[in-house]
């Protein structure tokens, strides 16, 4: 056997934060890498065992990280690439798949393997109830990787087609501004009375939900630990006496009241 074929790139779902939102495959792959991959705070969240080699990296640079995980699997080495909430949802695996597309031909032949986690929609849906209980969408608004036209007409036709809408990447210390444009084009397709949920860092000891509406939101609320949700208009919010509103979307659609 050649050092080629026991080499593998496991792309590694971290969840959104808390550890018991970690699948136990997820959990393994970690525990039987040799080298752990990704951006700094998401390799910090790992406890390392000795011989373990972390090699954490600045956010921009994912291609680079996946060439690099590809090279150590080539030679052998046993990689964790790992990312905040599902690898494949604004992450990881797809910059790995790139790598494998562009790159060496022998990358192709390597165990590749991608280990899901929850995503912060997912995470933040459940804290709330069940907003992504009918047809959804999540759309990124950072623009490092796609013209801001692009998330613009996005975001407006998913707000014409009335979709519950999951945004990432909300706000940046570059484009704070971004936040901002996407609620002028909610606002100007969406009624004021639709719900808005910002969820701040989900599953983390500084978690923040807060329940509002299209009108009343402040965009300004909102950074890169948020996950904004936009309700359809048939999102509803069930309100209670003790504890904070439930958020929920019908199963079907133009019948809520029945
Ligand atoms: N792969 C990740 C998303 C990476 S993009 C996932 O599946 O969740 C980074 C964006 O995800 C952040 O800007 C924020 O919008 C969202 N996000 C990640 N973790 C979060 C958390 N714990 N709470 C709220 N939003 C989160």
Known sequence: MTGASQGRVHIVGLGPGAPEWITPEAAQALD???????????V???????????HASDNRVEIDRARQALQLAASGRRVAVVSGGDPGVFAMAAAVFEAVAHGEPAWRDLDIQVMPG???????????????GHDFCAISLSDNLKPWD?????????AEADFVIALYNPAS????HH????????RDVKDGATLVVFARAVGRPDEAITVTTLREADPAQVDMSTLV?????????IERTHGP????????YGRSET
């Open 32 to 42: 039987e890498a040799s080298d752990i991959i990704g951006y700094f705070p998401y």
């Open 245 to 252: 509103a439930f958020v929920y979307t019908p199963r079907s």
């Open 118 to 132: 929850i995503s912060a929609m997912q995470a933040a849906a459940a804290k709330l109830g069940a907003p992504l």
């Open 44 to 54: 910090a969240r790992i406890a390392l065992k000795s011989g373990q080699t972390a």
């Open 229 to 237: 949700l936009i309700g359809s208009s048939e999102t509803r919010s």
């Open 179 to 186: 936040i901002f444009q996407a609620f002028d084009i909610l």
């Open 150 to 158: 692009v998330v613009a007409k996005r975001l407006r036709l998913a």
């Open 173 to 176: 210390k570059a484009r704070p």
